[in-house]
């Protein structure tokens, strides 16, 4: 048997904010964005080049999900971006205006440095050591 986890969902505050920095801040590619109901819509991100995990950005639609925006995972890192050009990645975020947590670092994985993204969540850019 062969699986795989085709979509990982990312509550956010609105849809068209959030296409907006994951398609022009990280350049993303917008797979999908399909009204569901006049106030649902079922939005798919995902970086270039991807063909396995995408985003589901879903829109809060009540308080506890409200909260939750930019805290899904109580503060730890929630995603993991790879590249194969991390200075290339990291500079153009930079010159985009993310918010850089954590500066870059050698591990023994590869190199790193950790990010914000629109509403608080933390990735990890990560080009992975060889």
Known sequence: MKQKIANVTLVVRDYD???AFYTKT???DLIEDTPLTPTKRWVLVAPKGSSETRLLLAKADNEEQQAAVGHQTGGRVSFFLFTDDFWRDY???QT???RIVRPPE???Y???AVFEDL???QWD???PAN
């Open 96 to 98: 985009d205006g993310v």
């Open 110 to 112: 590869g190199t790193v």
């Open 119 to 121: 509403y608080g969540n």
């Open 91 to 93: 500079r153009q975020m």
């Open 106 to 108: 050698d591990q023994p």
């Open 125 to 127: 850019l990560l080009q």
């Open 17 to 19: 904010e959030a296409i």
């Open 26 to 28: 990280l350049k993303f």
